[in-house]
């Protein structure tokens, strides 16, 4: 029933849509055939129209990647950074780290025994 509805919904604004006088089929850019032509010169403009095509298609898909090439290289540029700053804060906080247990590694041995003089030795002198 939707289905119904919406083909003569389409049936009814198409045409009214499209401009006064113009015909509602245009001639899209792309690969023609050109072997039905009959004619060398119809036939050597359509391979002209397939050449330009395709010169077009492949200079605007080239400029679309390099656009992306672009784009991904500045990300690695900017993910790189955020790397070498998270690296140096992960070592700032080992080497923080690191002071309180050996600050506490120290106060928790005894001080070195102070060197006992014999007294044969003292009374030698």
């Known amino acids: ?3 119904r509805i919406a083909l003569i919904a389409s049936a009814v604004l198409i045409p009214s849509l499209l401009p006064a006088g113009r015909a509602a089929a245009q001639d899209v850019p792309g690969i023609e055939i050109c072997t039905v032509e009959k004619t060398m010169e119809r036939r050597t403009s359509c391979l002209q129209s397939n050449v330009d095509f395709l010169h077009k298609t492949i200079t605007r898909l080239s400029a679309d990647h ?4 672009d784009s991904a290289y500045r990300q690695i540029d900017s993910l790189k950074i955020a790397v070498a700053s998270l690296q140096k804060i992960v070592d700032d906080l080992q080497t923080t780290k690191k002071k309180p247990a050996e600050d506490q590694a120290k106060k928790a041995e005894p001080p070195p025994p102070a060197k006992e003089t014999s007294p044969t030795k003292e009374n030698a002198k």
């Open 1 to 3: 029933m939707i289905v």
């Open 66 to 69: 390099q656009q992306k090439l």
